[in-house]
């Protein structure tokens, strides 16, 4: 039991510090040595306890069932680490009409979508602080759906990155957004030229 007790100290200890380093990285003294305490800390209690559960004559095939299952469990640790922690590839950054000219390529996928608020469009929704608006761009809109609080900027004509997943309601493409950017224009072009926003609010 010796031998098994020494290897999964070692292996216990190495997947907790590799993961409290993947997750935190190495931060202070005192952090390291915290990190370093609790997987120490964690190797003793798991060789202890696989000691309890072999009993006082454990076999080899008791202690290799031990010793693999506690390998699985520290790899599969080490492996929720790695996903948590490896960098995510950048959000697609797509307009309106990019998406509406091909939606099923977008669907269920987390975008950034950019597009301008329609006059009118926006709308509270129940009690709470749900709000709904539409993107337009160049004749092709999609509704956007978000909780919580939204820039001032957010208003008419506004210009606007949503980040969220598009999904589809009902046979409607809708935008559920996580984070709302709005940069409303300093001018407007109309027919007889450029004007001062805000004559248009």
């Known amino acids: 039991m010796t031998a098994v007790g020494f290897y999964l100290r070692v292996v216990v200890g190495t997947a907790v510090a590799y993961c409290f380093y993947l997750t935190r990285g190495f931060g ?23 000691r309890k559960l072999a009993g006082p004559t454990p076999t080899t095939k008791t202690l290799a069932a031990i010793a693999v299952v506690v390998t699985a469990l520290s790899g599969a640790a080490v492996f929720v680490a790695l996903d948590h922690a490896w960098p995510r590839a950048p959000l697609r950054y797509v307009r309106v009409d990019e998406v509406m000219a091909a939606p099923d390529r977008f669907v269920g996928s987390e975008i ?10 926006m709308r509270m929704r129940g009690a709470g602080d749900e709000r709904t608006f539409t993107l337009v761009e160049h004749k092709q809109s999609i509704a956007v759906r978000m909780s919580g609080p939204v820039p001032d900027t957010l208003r008419d004509r506004a210009e606007v990155v949503a980040r969220g997943t598009l999904r589809r309601e009902g046979g409607s493409l809708v935008l559920v957004a996580s984070e709302v950017m709005a940069k409303c224009p300093s001018t407007y072009n109309t027919a007889d030229g450029p004007k001062p926003a805000a004559q248009f609010r």
């Open 28 to 50: 202070s003294l005192g952090e390291t040595f915290v990190m370093s305490l609790c997987a120490v800390l964690a190797g003793h209690g798991v060789a202890l306890g696989a």
């Open 112 to 121: 950034k979508l950019h597009g301008y608020l329609e006059i009118g469009s």
